[in-house]
């Protein structure tokens, strides 16, 4: 069974969740091919896969625009294999926050008309070391401002790999035909299955 992964990261932390998920389609003894949105270097190919994730971060309340418009312009080849959208974002890691999160994904899907048969909101990290002034306050005075997070303790991160497992061996055993393997547990954590 082939994979095609479709993702694009800014800081890094997407592309570390990328990684994960290669390594669980790999156990589950797939192949993967690797899209960044970002480098399109050659044309998107989904005639010769069986099923596609999707990742991407959320900056600035809303996906890569490079990543969208690659969704967008694929959906029929999208609409033909079963696919996993993994929704990266910092508000994800907090209870207060994933109504917002939800809204973000929500606002993709209505943007580019893509539904996909799966989806899970992820908690990405703070990567000060390598935030600039404003992006600097943009995470804590708009994304942190509710809760007791500082961005000047450092890098850290909230990814539940877990649950990212979970979900992803869930999603693989489906499209393989090994039917509905995602417990009520998983399901709570996030992983909404599209009927
Ligand atoms: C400038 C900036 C803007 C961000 N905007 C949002 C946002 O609007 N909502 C959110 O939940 N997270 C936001 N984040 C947090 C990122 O989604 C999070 O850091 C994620 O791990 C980034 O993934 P990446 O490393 O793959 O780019 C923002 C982060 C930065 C640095």
């Given at each position: 069974m082939r994979t095609i992964i479709i993702f694009e990261s800014y800081e890094g932390q997407t592309r570390r969740i990328v990684e994960r998920v290669a390594e669980r389609v790999h156990a589950a003894g797939g192949s993967v091919g690797l899209f960044d949105a970002s480098q399109q270097t050659a044309p998107l190919r989904?005639?010769?896969?069986?099923r596609v994730i999707l990742a991407a971060p959320v900056h600035e309340r809303r996906h890569p625009k490079n990543f969208e418009l690659l969704v967008a312009t694929s959906l029929e080849d999208l609409a033909a294999v079963p696919t996993l959208m993994l929704s990266v974002s910092l508000k994800a890691a907090f209870p207060e926050g994933r109504d917002e999160a939800q809204d973000f994904l929500d606002e993709m899907k209505m943007r580019t008309g893509f539904t996909p048969d799966r989806e899970l909101l992820v908690a990405g990290a703070i990567r000060s070391d390598n935030y600039d002034y404003y992006q600097r306050q943009i995470v804590q005075h708009v994304l942190l401002h509710n809760v007791d997070v500082d961005v000047s303790d450092g890098p850290r991160e909230f990814t539940d790999w877990l649950a990212l497992r979970d979900a992803v061996d869930g999603f693989l055993a489906e499209a393989s035909g090994g039917g509905s393997v995602v417990d009520l547990e998983t399901s709570a954590r996030g992983c909404v299955e599209r009927s």
């Open positions: 989904l005639n010769t896969t069986d």
